[in-house]
């Protein structure tokens, strides 16, 4: 009778039955709780230097993305550490120092001061990317399989794709320039590099030469500081580029025209669509291709199709990977329920 006198009450007032929790937790994964520091400073984050205010609710739609954001990561971060993946000290202490070296310590401070981060943040920040890349790799990248089967079916169902009508140019880019980022834009990069001026965008592209010119990998220095966000991530992979493409600026046409493929162009000034500078690159020439159809057993054609596959495989899986693991989560989204009750009134 207790028992039935406790459960009639709890229907009574679900509400009072329910958990509660302070102002300032927003949500909590399995318990944990997800802060309303940690949500506002990732918002700051998102809007940048924008001296345009979002309204209310454009505010509140950044806020319900960011809370996604945590929690998708908290989800990601409790299965690494069940399987023992998380990022060790050390991972974090290289990110650190690969991050700090275009700068002096100076300089350094000042980039995270004007991110709205401490040196803890960023620790935090890098020990959760580089957590989630451990995890993905282990429970989804390395159990991608892509056969010759697979490599042969794409190419018969997209031959036209590979006759190529005019030469093509295989370039990757890294991209300095002083333009703000958009409030949306979240990171461009590995490292959150961005220059604020155009002496730092000079700066930081010439100290990037100088690490090229010494031998470090093209495509690690672009995910972790090219500025170019649709790139970056790829190594500052820009693709098969057409030569009459590259005649739109000759002075790219020329200096690619005096490389080797493996090489790099010299520092270059970036236009917008107004001819005005607003930044630096470097390119760098991976492959040329004359005009002409390319066969199946070329392997340029094959390494080209098994990117693709493997790149659309993997974001695939990953999202039905993090759906399985939401599926499994205890979660509450506070801030959520608090922005439906209010508008429902």
Same mark, same amino acid.
């Given at each position: 009778?207790?028992?039935?006198?406790?459960?009639?009450?709890?229907?009574?007032?679900?509400?009072?039955?329910?958990? #509660?929790?302070?102002?300032?937790?927003?949500?909590?994964?399995?318990?944990?709780?997800?802060?309303?520091?940690?949500?506002? !400073?990732?918002?700051?984050?998102? &809007?940048?230097?924008?001296?345009?205010?979002?309204?209310?609710?454009?505010? $509140?739609?950044?806020?319900?993305?960011?809370?996604?954001? &945590?929690?998708?990561? @908290?989800?990601?971060?409790?299965?690494?550490?069940?399987?023992?993946?998380?990022?060790?000290?050390?991972?974090?202490?290289?990110?650190?120092?690969?991050?700090?070296?275009?700068? #002096? !310590?100076?300089?350094?401070?000042?980039?995270?001061?004007? =991110?709205?981060?401490?040196?803890? $943040?960023?620790?935090?920040?890098?020990?959760? %990317?580089?957590? @989630?890349?451990?995890?993905?790799?282990?429970?989804?990248?390395?159990?991608?399989?892509?056969?010759?089967?697979?490599?042969?079916?794409?190419?018969?169902?997209?031959?036209?794709?590979?006759?190529?009508?005019?030469?093509?140019?295989?370039?990757? !880019?890294?991209?300095?320039? %002083?333009?703000?980022?958009?409030?949306?834009?979240?990171?461009?990069? &590995?490292?959150?590099? =961005?220059?604020?001026?155009?002496?730092?965008?000079?700066?930081?592209?010439?100290?990037?030469?100088?690490?090229?010119?010494?031998?470090? $990998?093209?495509?690690?220095?672009?995910?972790? *500081?090219?500025?170019?966000?649709?790139?970056?991530?790829?190594?500052?992979?820009?693709? *098969?580029?057409? @030569?009459?493409?590259?005649?739109?600026?000759?002075?790219?046409?020329?200096?690619?025209?005096?490389?080797?493929?493996?090489?790099?162009?010299?520092?270059?000034?970036?236009?917008?669509?107004?001819?005005? !500078?607003?930044?630096?690159?470097? &390119?760098?020439?991976?492959? =040329?291709?004359?005009?002409?159809?390319?066969?199946?057993?070329?392997?340029?054609?094959?390494? #080209?199709?098994?990117?693709?596959?493997?790149?659309?495989? %993997?974001?695939?899986?990953?999202?039905?990977?993090?759906?399985?693991?939401?599926? @499994?989560?205890?979660?509450?989204? *506070?801030?959520?329920?608090?922005?439906?009750?209010?508008?429902?009134?």
């Amino acid at each position: 009778m207790a028992f039935i006198g406790v459960a009639a009450l709890c229907l009574v007032g679900v509400a009072g039955c329910r958990r #509660t929790h302070g102002p300032e937790v927003m949500a909590t994964v399995n318990g944990k709780p997800i802060m309303r520091s940690e949500v506002e !400073q990732l918002y700051q984050s998102n &809007l940048g230097d924008s001296q345009q205010q979002p309204s209310k609710e454009q505010g $509140d739609i950044v806020r319900l993305n960011v809370i996604r954001q &945590l929690i998708d990561e @908290e989800i990601l971060m409790e299965r690494a550490a069940k399987l023992n993946l998380t990022a060790t000290d050390e991972d974090v202490e290289n990110q650190i120092n690969e991050l700090k070296a275009p700068y #002096t !310590q100076e300089e350094f401070n000042k980039r995270l001061t004007d =991110k709205h981060l401490t040196l803890d $943040d960023l620790k935090r920040q890098i020990r959760r %990317s580089k957590t @989630e890349d451990k995890l993905l790799n282990k429970e989804i990248n390395s159990k991608i399989n892509i056969t010759d089967a697979d490599i042969a079916a794409y190419y018969n169902a997209h031959k036209a794709e590979f006759n190529l009508i005019e030469p093509m140019y295989h370039l990757a !880019q890294i991209m300095v320039t %002083s333009i703000p980022l958009p409030p949306q834009q979240q990171s461009i990069n &590995l490292q959150n590099s =961005k220059a604020t001026n155009d002496a730092d965008a000079k700066k930081k592209i010439e100290t990037l030469h100088n690490r090229l010119e010494s031998g470090e $990998d093209f495509g690690l220095l672009a995910q972790n *500081f090219s500025e170019r966000p649709d790139t970056s991530s790829n190594g500052g992979d820009m693709g *098969f580029v057409p @030569e009459s493409q590259l005649h739109a600026s000759p002075d790219v046409y020329n200096a690619i025209g005096k490389i080797k493929p493996g090489q790099i162009t010299e520092i270059m000034p970036v236009f917008d669509n107004q001819h005005k !500078q607003v930044g630096y690159q470097i &390119l760098k020439l991976i492959d =040329k291709q004359a005009a002409g159809q390319r066969e199946l057993n070329d392997p340029r054609v094959q390494q #080209t199709i098994r990117g693709q596959l493997r790149d659309a495989r %993997s974001q695939l899986l990953r999202n039905a990977y993090l759906e399985m693991l939401r599926d @499994e989560a205890r979660v509450e989204n *506070f801030f959520a329920e608090e922005i439906f009750k209010n508008g429902a009134q």
